[in-house]
């Protein structure tokens, strides 16, 4: 992986350990608070790993599947939890990774997933006429 691939799996890797950090803490110490807010910032957190992973392994085809499903997701996620976030602000009086579409985030999490779904349509694996990867 070079160039741009490496950059994104770096910030794929920089969100997994922000979210995960975030998430541990609030869980730790005010669950009971926000359990939604804090097990939606645990589940970014799952998805940051997995695409990080699976970015990192995408020559291969079965992780290539992978990071679509993780990435898509994500921007499911963003752009679902992000809409909640404003049409009904009670949900989230505690802040997660993808409230308001990431703003605590400097709104990465909603721009990532985007990068990353090109990522994936321009750097398909190489599949042979007998369907190995090459």
């Given at each position: ?7 994104l ?6 969100m997994?350990?922000?979210?995960s950090g ?15 807010a ?12 997995v695409a ?12 290539y ?11 499911v ?58």
């Amino acid at each position: 992986m070079r160039g741009i691939g490496r950059v994104l799996v770096i910030v794929y890797a920089v969100m997994a350990l922000g979210a995960s950090g975030r998430s541990f803490v609030q869980i730790a110490r005010e669950f009971d608070r926000a359990p939604l807010a804090y097990s939606l910032s645990a589940a970014a957190a799952v998805v940051y790993i997995v695409a990080t992973l699976a970015l990192i392994l995408a020559g291969r085809p079965g992780w290539y599947r992978v990071a679509w499903v993780a990435i898509v997701f994500e921007l499911v996620g963003v752009l679902v939890i992000g809409t909640l976030s404003l049409t009904h602000p009670a949900l989230f009086q505690h802040p997660t990774v993808w409230s308001m579409f990431g703003i605590g985030y400097v709104f990465i999490p909603l721009v990532l997933p985007m990068f990353g779904l090109w990522w994936l349509v321009t750097h398909r694996p190489a599949v042979t006429p007998n369907g190995s990867v090459a």
